[in-house]
């Protein structure tokens, strides 16, 4: 039945008559006679919506939506230099407008003239494909993953590491914590940040999106996370070292902070060489063996159960 449907939808409009309008705007019936291909898998794009509504604007509608009235392009029998906007032959910049037109209230879009991405020349059809994508989301012009490693080449190494996020693994996508089309500046560790991240509820980190239990409030809060985010201690992509950690042994990346003595002003004034914070005796070199919450807590100012 669904099929069915689907004939008839493709069927039905070759019977009603091109109307041109005198704006030069020819409908996207006419598209379909020399564009099959784009035309007979169109009514699964999103962009479908708009000829389904009906309630558009020509040139808001279908084909002439994003390509420009068709009337002289029909005229001269085709050709790229007939058709308004023509992609291929479009500047970057041409590309960004067109797009924008419609999807500029989009706040996730909203920042994209400053964004990186933008910056460096990538702009919607280097990730997008209109007519013919291969993905069920989005309109990419191939996976996520494998899309964001054709320039990020470091990054899918760190996704080899044995203790990483698990994207190859389809867990989860880069866009859950990246907004590749501009993020919004937040206030967390302000422009030291890495580039793009989307940010989690109440502008916090986007590692706050999966990890809710260590979000806080806390009463006692660890100024290295509530200060300068969860990237001071994990390589939030992948690790050589467990739980993502920047450094194998984990007495040597609390010493990174906790190393100024008793009159330390970084150490809370714990004396880490004392006869109870000995670190030549190896009991002592695993920290979060009694400084458990080391994320934040609510019942002790050294993080203790």
Not at 37 to 46: A, L, R
Not at 134 to 154: D, E, S, V
Not at 220 to 243: D, F, L, R, T, W
Request: net charge positive; hydrophobic share 30%; with cysteine.
């Amino acid at each position: 039945m669904a099929r069915a449907w689907i004939w008839l939808l493709l069927l039905i409009p070759a019977a009603l008559p091109a109307q041109s309008s005198p704006t030069g705007y020819v409908g996207s019936n006419v598209c379909r006679t020399c564009h099959p291909d784009v035309w007979f898998t169109f009514y699964k794009n999103p962009h479908f919506k708009s000829i389904a509504s009906g309630k558009l604007p020509p040139d808001r509608t279908g084909c002439e939506g994003c390509h420009g009235p068709g009337k002289a392009h029909v005229e001269a029998g085709g050709g790229k230099t007939t058709i308004p906007h023509a992609f291929s032959l479009m500047s970057q910049d041409q590309i960004l407008n067109a797009c924008l037109r419609c999807h500029a209230p989009d706040f996730g879009k909203a920042n994209i003239r400053r964004s990186v991405h933008t910056q460096n020349d990538v702009v919607c059809t280097a990730c997008h494909s209109i007519h013919h994508s291969p993905t069920p989301r989005f309109l990419l012009a191939m996976p996520q993953t494998q899309l964001c490693y054709t320039c990020h080449g470091n990054i899918r190494a760190q996704f080899d590491m044995p203790s990483k996020h698990r994207v190859n693994e389809g867990f989860m996508d880069c866009s859950d914590c990246h907004n590749p089309h501009g993020a919004f500046p937040p206030t967390w560790r302000m422009g030291q940040r890495p580039r793009m991240v989307e940010q989690a509820i109440t502008n916090q980190e986007a590692c706050f999106k999966c990890h809710t239990d260590l979000i806080g409030p806390f009463v006692y809060e660890h100024p290295s996370v509530a200060v300068e985010g969860c990237e001071q201690c994990h390589n939030p992509h992948g690790s050589m070292n467990a739980k993502l950690l920047v450094r194998p042994v984990v007495f040597t990346l609390c010493l990174e902070c906790h190393n100024g003595g008793a009159s330390g002003t970084r150490n809370m004034g714990v004396d880490i060489q004392s006869a109870r914070h000995n670190l030549l005796d190896p009991k002592f070199r695993q920290c979060t063996t009694c400084h458990v919450r080391i994320h934040g807590s609510n019942a002790d100012q050294y993080f203790l159960r």
